[in-house]
């Protein structure tokens, strides 16, 4: 079977339907995913879907695929991304402790894929690549697997109702951007007791009002003008297949991941007093000082959702966070990114104070870019990390992390160069105490990036 190996990502397959992606490419890793599954002692794996138009055609030929290999298959329809692992959680003791999403989460609406959970764990990395060698090999299991079909979204709210209580009621404006999380997260919502203003829930995969990804900025706009209109206190935004969250405040200033993050650690921590708390590269340098404070013991790792759900169960860490909005609470949850379970575990604490905005904006901040990317020829990005490394020099700085590239540390702020595992393209972050910090440590970063790739350009906006 000829397949375009571009497709099989660091963490999850994802291509353009028509081009590199059809019916054909999940029939056959319905295939491989099956024989692996059987191998692992599975006898059943959750097939969900978001809400693009090309799933029903992909999930009906990936159910087929699998059911080929002798596994059975549980077809949960139209889901967010975290219903479906929740079935994997759940389920390990009738043998389905596997899943499969078909989605294209935050990317153009052409496009889709898959993220996959084997036998409990996150499929990324090299077995995703030898799911690849056995479509290409078409070393395939055979048998002949059953089709059931199951409704979780009743039993899945239940859990996060009994599970966060608010202390007073919330009036919040709910943004689905017509991804899949439109036809969940608002009942789930009103269920807690949250009065609740909700925009663009129709599920639609043509995505006509924006594109549903709350980490770009100019996609909270709306949010921000309903939310100030109907006095609310809150404005909540869900990603495509809602694993992530996004956050405005009262006065539409954008609480970003990073430092949503500082209130659920402080949080945990009461409950898990001096646990290790995970977070990734990218995050602001406010984070660490603010998890000593409140007894925690910092833990800096590699960017990837994949990465932290896998530390996060080597390590027995209570939560892990990403500056992306991906959240993974162990503690009193099931160690999965889940923007839902996120809103429900924040609305928990914010419910506590008169003025949720005034709590949220008060948490420690800095001047910093958003994610900078810079495009480079395949395989270019990881050479340049590559050679940053051993060449680059910051006689100025106080530290050098290099787990994930290079994360330059200073008294007052961060540079940060890594290679993306998604794409093509080196991803660059800068944070400054001050405006004039931020300056020269991009000033300085950018020094030593240019020794390696002179023709490096960047327009930095800070937010």
């Not at 689905?176 to 829930?201: H, K």
Request: glycine fraction near 10%; aromatic fraction near 6%; charged fraction near 25%.
């Amino acid at each position: 079977m000829q397949v375009d190996a571009s497709i099989f990502k660091a963490y999850d397959i994802r291509g353009i339907v028509g081009k590199n992606l059809d019916a054909r490419v999940a029939e056959h890793l319905g295939r491989a995913f099956g024989s692996e599954a059987l191998r692992a002692g599975e006898k059943a794996v959750a097939v969900g879907r978001d809400g693009r138009l090309s799933g029903p055609m992909l999930v009906e030929a990936l159910a087929r695929g699998l059911r080929s290999t002798g596994i059975d298959v549980v077809d949960l329809g139209a889901v967010t991304t975290p219903m479906t692992y929740y079935v994997a959680a759940t389920r390990g003791r009738h043998g389905c402790h596997s899943c499969i999403m078909v989605t294209g989460s935050h990317n153009p609406k052409d496009y889709n894929g898959f993220k996959m959970v084997l036998a409990g764990r996150a499929v990324y990395g090299e077995e995703i690549q030898g799911l690849m060698r056995r479509i290409q090999a078409e070393d395939y299991a055979t048998g002949q697997g059953r089709l059931g079909r199951m409704d979780v979204l009743a039993e899945y709210s239940a859990r996060i109702v009994q599970d966060c209580k608010l202390a007073r009621p919330m009036k919040v404006v709910v943004d689905s951007g017509n991804g899949i999380p439109g036809a969940s997260a608002p009942g789930i919502l009103r269920a807690m007791g949250c009065e609740v203003i909700d925009i663009y829930s129709k599920v639609d995969g043509d995505f006509p009002n924006h594109h549903p990804d709350p980490s770009k900025l100019e996609n909270l706009e709306d949010l921000k003008r309903i939310v100030h209109a109907c006095d609310a206190e809150l404005g909540l935004a869900f990603d495509g297949d809602g694993d992530r969250l996004g956050i405005v405040t009262r006065d539409g200033k954008v609480i970003m991941p990073d430092r949503q993050y500082m209130l659920l650690v402080a949080d945990v921590l009461q409950r898990v007093p001096g646990a290790q708390i995970i977070y990734d590269v990218k995050c602001t340098q406010r984070l660490k000082p603010w998890i000593e404070q409140h007894g925690g013991r910092p833990l800096m790792w590699k960017t990837g959702h994949s990465l932290a759900k896998a530390k996060l169960k080597e390590t027995g860490a209570p939560i892990a966070g990403e500056l992306s909005g991906h959240i993974f609470f162990s503690e009193r949850w099931y160690g999965f990114d889940d923007g839902m379970y996120t809103a429900a575990r924040m609305l928990e604490i914010l419910s506590r104070v008169a003025d949720p905005s005034s709590l949220l904006n008060g948490l420690p901040d800095s001047v910093n870019t958003p994610e900078l990317n810079v495009a480079c020829a395949e395989g270019e990005h990881h050479a340049i990390v590559e050679r940053l490394q051993q060449i680059a020099e910051f006689p100025n700085a106080q530290e050098v992390v290099s787990i994930d590239g290079l994360r330059v540390e200073y008294a007052d702020g961060f540079g940060l160069v890594r290679a993306s595992n998604t794409t093509p393209v080196l991803v660059l972050r800068f944070e400054g105490h001050t405006q004039a910090a931020l300056d020269r440590i991009q000033a300085e970063v950018m020094t030593q990036l240019w020794r390696v790739k002179p023709d490096v350009s960047l327009q930095a906006s800070a937010h």
